[in-house]
C-alpha cells in the first residue's frame, strides 16, 4: 500500500537522525497505525489490534472516545493557544477540576507537557523550597530522559553516555527501609519515588518502605516527590498510587492519563513550596495550553463517573484470570501489578513474545525490562477483551 510503504519510509529517514534506542521498545516491523476504536488500534492495512498498551500507558479511554472527541473539536475551533500572561478560561476550568481530586493539603500546580518536564518541575522546586540539593531516588527507577529526570532514572544503560548528570544523587534499594537512615540527611532536598516501578518490572511498593520513606522526610526536612505519571488517575484503581499507602507526598508528577492521551504534565504541590517560588522560577510556552486543557477537563470527567471504579474490578478480572491461565508454567516466574497496570514476569526474555503476540494475535503488550511482560489496557477495557488477552497470552507462552 502507498500510503504504508511512504510512511515507513519517511519514519525510517526521521529516525536515522533522532537518536531512537531500538530494543527498549522495539520497532514491530513495518506495522503502520493509522486509526483506533475503543481498546484497539487500526493499521493501514485494516488490521485490528486490542491494545493492552495504551499506546505505553496514555490512552486510558482508549480511542475515538466520544467525551475526548468532542472536547477536542470544540475547544480547536474556538482557541488552541493562549500565553500564560493572559488567564484563560479553560485554562482555569481544568486547574479547578485537577486541584479538587488531589489530596487537600496539595492546592498549587504547575502544568507541563510530559512526565520528564513534570519531573524536572517537581526537582527544581524541591530544591527551591529546601535550598539543598541532594536527590534520594530508588534502583530500578525510570522517571525520565530529559536530564533533570534522567539523573534520578537508575538503570546504566539509559544515563551512561549522558553523564555527568545532576550531581548529588543517591540511589537506594526499593523496598528496603534499610538504606534511608543513611542517605537522607541534612543536605537532602527530595527523595523522589514511584509507588510501583513500571518501567523497572512492575515492581509494586512495600507498605512499611513508603512510611519510612515519609517519615524520614518529615525528621529531616527533605520533601517527598511521587511519581504518579503512570499510576495517576485510575491506573492502580484509585486516583493516584499513593493513596493505597496513606501517604501524604509534598510534590506529585503527573502526566500520561492527565488528558486522556493528549500531552500534558504537571507538578501538584503544597502551599509551603509555593512559598519559595519566585516569578520565573519555571515556565512553559505550551504547558496549560487551552487545547490540552480541554483534554483534561474531559478525560477528569470521565475518570469522575464510575471509571476508576470500573477499572479497578478490571485490574481483578485480568490478574486472576491470568493466575488461572499461566500461573503454574515453569517460564513464568510471578504475577505483580495493581488495578490495570500488571506485569508477567518471565524467566527468559520477553521481548520475542511480545512480537508473537502482535504478529500472530493481534494483541500489543509491553516490555518493563528484560523478562517482564507488561500490560497497561485502557481503562474501558471490557470483560471479553480482557479474556481475548488472556487467552492470547496463554497461546504464546509455553506451556
Known amino acids: 500500500m502507498v500510503l504504508k510503504e511512504q510512511t515507513a519510509k519517511t519514519e525510517h529517514a526521521v529516525h536515522s537522525t533522532q537518536l531512537y534506542e531500538s530494543g527498549v521498545v522495539p520497532r514491530r516491523g513495518e506495522t503502520v497505525m493509522v486509526a483506533g476504536e ?33 472536547a477536542l473539536q470544540q475547544q480547536a475551533s474556538r482557541l488552541h493557544a493562549c500565553p500564560n500572561f493572559f488567564h484563560n478560561d479553560m485554562r482555569g476550568a481544568f486547574l479547578q477540576e485537577l486541584i479538587a481530586v488531589t489530596p487537600p493539603h496539595m492546592t498549587r500546580a504547575f502544568l507541563a507537557n510530559s512526565g520528564a518536564e513534570a519531573i524536572d518541575g ?22 525520565g530522559r530529559t536530564v533533570g529526570a534522567l539523573s534520578v532514572t537508575w538503570n546504566p544503560k539509559y544515563r551512561r553516555k549522558f553523564e555527568p548528570l545532576l550531581p548529588d544523587v543517591d540511589f537506594i534499594h526499593f523496598n528496603s527501609s534499610d538504606g534511608l537512615d543513611g542517605a ?51 491506573r492502580t484503581g484509585r486516583w493516584f498510587g499513593f493513596e493505597h499507602y496513606n501517604l501524604e507526598p509534598d510534590i506529585i508528577a503527573l502526566a500520561k492519563g492527565l488528558g486522556g492521551g493528549f500531552p500534558m504534565g504537571a507538578v501538584v504541590y503544597s502551599d509551603t513550596v509555593q512559598e519559595s517560588l519566585f516569578s520565573g522560577a519555571h515556565g512553559s510556552t505550551f504547558g496549560g495550553n487551552p487545547l490540552a486543557c ?21 485490574g481483578c478480572r485480568l490478574r486472576e484470570a491470568l493466575e488461572a491461565a499461566i500461573g503454574g508454567r515453569k517460564v513464568v516466574r510471578e504475577i505483580r501489578g495493581r488495578g490495570l497496570i500488571i506485569g508477567v514476569d ?19 503488550a509491553l516490555p518493563a525490562g528484560s523478562t517482564v511482560l507488561r500490560l497497561l489496557p485502557p481503562l474501558i477495557i471490557r470483560d471479553d477483551e480482557i479474556d481475548l488477552a488472556v487467552e492470547a497470552i496463554a497461546s504464546t507462552l509455553p506451556a
Not at 46 to 56: C, K, N, P, V
Not at 122 to 143: C, E, P, Q, W, Y
Not at 346 to 364: Q, S
Request: aromatic share 6%; proline share 1%.
Open 184 to 234: 537522607v540527611s541534612d543536605r537532602t532536598a527530595a527523595v523522589v519515588l514511584e509507588v510501583i516501578q513500571a518501567e523497572g518490572g512492575v515492581h509494586v511498593g512495600d507498605a512499611d518502605f513508603l512510611a519510612a520513606a515519609q517519615r524520614v522526610c518529615r525528621e529531616r526536612g527533605a520533601l517527598l516527590v511521587v511519581d504518579e505519571v503512570q499510576t495517576g488517575f485510575g
Open 122 to 143: 517537581a526537582i527544581k522546586f524541591a530544591r527551591l523550597a529546601t535550598r539543598r540539593t541532594g536527590i534520594v531516588a530508588a534502583r530500578n527507577s525510570f522517571h
Open 346 to 364: 518471565l524467566r527468559t526474555k520477553a521481548v520475542p513474545f511480545l512480537k508473537t503476540l502482535m504478529e500472530e494475535h493481534g494483541v500489543l
Open 38 to 70: 475503543g481498546c484497539w488500534m487500526i493499521d493501514s492495512e485494516g488490521r485490528r489490534y486490542l491494545d493492552m498498551t495504551s499506546s505505553q500507558g496514555v490512552a486510558m479511554l482508549g480511542y475515538d472516545h466520544p467525551a475526548l472527541t468532542a
Open 294 to 314: 480541554a483534554a483534561g477537563v474531559a478525560a477528569l470527567g470521565v475518570y469522575r463517573d464510575g471509571l476508576i471504579e470500573q477499572a479497578e474490578r478490571a
